[in-house]
């Protein structure tokens, strides 16, 4: 069992930046994969970045890389996201999730937190 909540949205400019932090509870962290996704109004809930908790290895998508850096903290139990050069089109709720390793679905979620790019 894992539980996860969500700081660090707000309202930023574009070209700015905001850390987007997860503070994760439970068991065995070491056995999950940490991600973020992201969802706009009407739209799927998008893929953003994952980490493996065990080795602290990202994996992005493709529309957010070289922008967007993900990061676990054993000591803290928090992931973080860092986005920067943020633009309108990163406006979104935010979400982090948790699955265990080789599982194909994200059983746990957030409750999400809102970011909003203006231009």
């Known amino acids: 069992q894992v539980s996860l909540v969500e700081s660090g949205g707000g309202l930023v400019q574009t070209g700015g930046s905001l850390r987007l932090s997860c503070e994760v509870s439970?068991?065995?962290?070491?056995?999950?994969?940490m991600g973020w996704f992201r969802q706009t109004p009407g739209k799927e809930r998008l893929f953003v970045a994952a980490?493996?908790?065990?080795?602290?290895?990202?994996y992005y998508a493709d529309s957010v890389k070289g922008r967007f850096t993900i990061s676990r903290d054993n000591a803290k139990n928090t992931v973080d996201l860092q986005i920067n050069k943020l633009d309108p089109e990163d406006t979104a709720v935010y979400y982090c999730?948790?699955?265990?390793?080789?599982?194909?679905?994200?059983?746990?979620w957030g409750q999400g937190t809102q970011v909003i790019v203006s231009s």
């Open positions: 999730a948790a699955k265990v390793k080789g599982g194909a679905e994200y059983g746990y």
């Open positions: 980490v493996s908790w065990s080795d602290g290895i990202g």
């Open positions: 439970g068991r065995t962290l070491s056995r999950y994969i």
